[in-house]
């Protein structure tokens, strides 16, 4: 339908029209109709329509974005896998005792072992591999391996201390002490700063009970290191083997200042003291250690036997007699018996000190206090004819008695 300005216009005669006629009224022409708008289907029940359309294709592109990123993710995660894989593959053995050293920094030791051997593998020669995977060895307690490992290292560099050291400490903890001393002085002959190498020797001797000879590496392994607790402990009782116990004091007392709750310490610290009859201290520590130790019979007799030196025999009595009803051994049992019977003759008990001495005896053939015991409980019951013989037998045993020579006199 032509139209002119906005009016709407016959085709065929050009008259003016209302814009909704189908016939022109004046030449009567059918006129042209505008073409119908397309009828939109509505969208069932359920069924998505355009909005939806277009959102589940806006999903579906972001689900194919989530699968590109997660591929590529994926690339670089075995990227990086790879990579990590490569640095042990391409790797020379330096690197991999470098790697070993900083493992084993940080105590990561079965992991320092992977690396070491590794560079092993490369370089059979590395002395300082050998050693390295010894020590980490060491440290993880498989001494056998770590024997096989500092060997292994000492042939191929003779010179090489620190691996005599590993040995002679491996062979320690093996037991096996004369190897280790040969080892140790082998080590400190290489490098006398072998620290370490001190108190292991020290230890090493004592344990083969070559006390003396123990005394001058462990006084040295203390003069580097004054808090060595082992090497303290041990030279205290080096020195108590040798019987010097003003010398025993120092290094024990050392001990016993920097851990007060060792019992052990105070028990031989407490033995030094008895036997400087210094007994108030040696009382104090043995009490200390008893406490810690109610079942040691030789913490309890040493007990007894101080309070005995202190004139306490009620106490004394009593601590014996706990003793005798604990302990089946000949020697403490022996000791025990004879105290008790020492501390029932200074009560005037001498019929009870008797019984016990005759026990002591019989526990102890060959210890001549427990005859002369006898002898003075029948002097102070008035028979000599019995005294003496047991005065004789006590000597026999050990001629500088002087209780019992005092006993033959007192029967004349």
Known sequence: MATLTGVP?????????KGDEVICSKCLARLPQASAAPAVRPAPAGEPGADHQRAGRKRLGTVRWRRVLLVALACLVALAVLLALSSWLWHDADWYVQEGNRLRGQQQYPQAVTAYQEALRQD?????????????YFYLAQDTQALTQFRQAADLDPRLAPAHLGLGKTQY??????????????A?????????????????????ERYQQAIAPLSKAISRHPADLDALRLL??????????????TPLQKAWDLEPSDTDTAMWLGEAHFALDQYAQALSLLRQAAAQHPDNLHLALLVGQCLYEQDNYDA????????????????????????????????????????????????????????????????????CKKAQPLFEKALELDPESSQAQEGLKACE
């Open 188 to 208: 400190l002959e290489l490098d006398p700063d072998q620290v370490d190498a001190y108190g292991y020797l020290g230890a090493a001797y004592f344990h083969q």
């Open 124 to 136: 059979p020669q590395r002395a300082d591999a050998y050693l390295a995977l010894g020590w980490t």
């Open 9 to 17: 216009r016959c085709p065929s005669c050009g008259a003016a029209l």
């Open 316 to 383: 004394a009595l009593a601590q014996f007699n706990t003793a005798i009803q604990d302990t089946r051994v000949e020697v403490e049992l022996g000791t025990a018996y004879r105290y008790s019977g020492w501390s029932a003759y200074h009560r005037e008990q001498y019929e009870t000190a008797l019984a016990f001495f005759q026990q002591a005896v019989a526990v102890q053939p060959d210890e001549a206090d427990g005859y002369v015991g006898q002898g003075w409980c029948h002097v102070k019951l008035e028979d």
């Open 236 to 249: 205290g009782r080096a020195y108590l083997q040798l019987e010097q116990y003003a010398s025993a004091i």
């Open 173 to 186: 903890h093996l037991e096996k002490y004369a190897a280790a001393v040969s080892e140790l002085q082998k």
